[in-house]
């Protein structure tokens, strides 16, 4: 199976920056996604990255290294209302999409 | 709002009991999917259909028992579970798995506890 790391949990204060870290290791590569979670919700879609660089959307953005399989989200000017569980997914050369375990992101006031 | 309902949002049922969960999807998507996410763990791939057909089945045990009568409902038949069963089970659906840049869009889960 593929193998996906991102750390369990992370605190962060209102205001502030937080960055999420994912590792893989996939056979081949299509694509890395995030997702935002909220307790007891959908998975919402955040972003999408194939190639390596930064992809900004507002306070949030995504950023790969291929040749590093690595990626992070980075929540800037953090609010109250992030505090979710973030998602890390990838697909592989197969197209199949692997998940990470997540991380709880708490945002303190 | 996704445009992926699910129901029940929860279910209790015992280990002899038979139940069904239903997904619905108003994307116009051609793909659904069945995940069980438990708790500090990753999403799990259960099934997958596109096209009304089923083209994955991750080694899921027969107690799960899918049903895609057509692109837009996806069921969920259970029979006979296990109390390690409990879990939230999301459904997803896409537009196509064989892209790249496709992305699942998921429903709001069935709490499922099973005594």
């Known amino acids: 199976g593929q193998n996906i790391d991102q750390p369990t949990e992370m605190t962060a204060t209102e205001g502030a920056i937080v960055q999420i870290n994912c590792t893989y290791q996939?056979?081949?590569?299509?694509?890395l996604f995030w997702y935002q979670q909220h307790a007891g919700e959908a998975p919402t879609f955040l972003s999408y990255?194939?190639?390596?660089g930064l992809e900004e959307k507002g306070r949030f953005s995504s950023f790969l290294s291929r040749s590093k399989g690595y990626s992070y989200l980075l929540l800037k000017e953090l609010q109250m209302k992030d505090s979710a569980s973030y998602l890390c997914a990838v697909r592989d050369g197969d197209y199949k999409l692997s998940f990470g375990a997540g991380t709880t992101v708490t945002v303190r006031a | 709002e996704t445009g992926v309902t699910q129901t029940p949002r929860h279910l209790v049922m015992g280990m002899t009991n038979k139940k069904s969960l239903k997904c619905e999807q108003h994307l116009g998507h051609n793909a659904m999917y069945w995940y069980k996410q438990s708790a500090k763990k990753p999403l799990e791939l259960m099934f997958v259909?596109?096209?009304?057909?089923?083209?994955e089945n991750n080694s899921v045990p027969s107690r799960f028992s899918p049903e895609c009568p057509n692109s837009s409902h996806l069921f969920l038949h259970l029979h006979t579970l296990q109390p390690e069963d409990s879990a939230l089970y999301l459904c997803?659906?896409?537009?196509?798995?064989?892209?790249?840049?496709?992305?699942?869009?998921f429903g709001p889960g069935t709490r499922l506890t099973v005594l």
């Open positions: 997803a659906s896409s537009q196509d798995p064989t892209s790249g840049v496709d992305t699942q869009y």
């Open positions: 990255n194939v190639l390596d």
């Open positions: 259909y596109n096209f009304k057909e089923q083209t």
């Open positions: 996939t056979s081949g590569f299509n694509g």
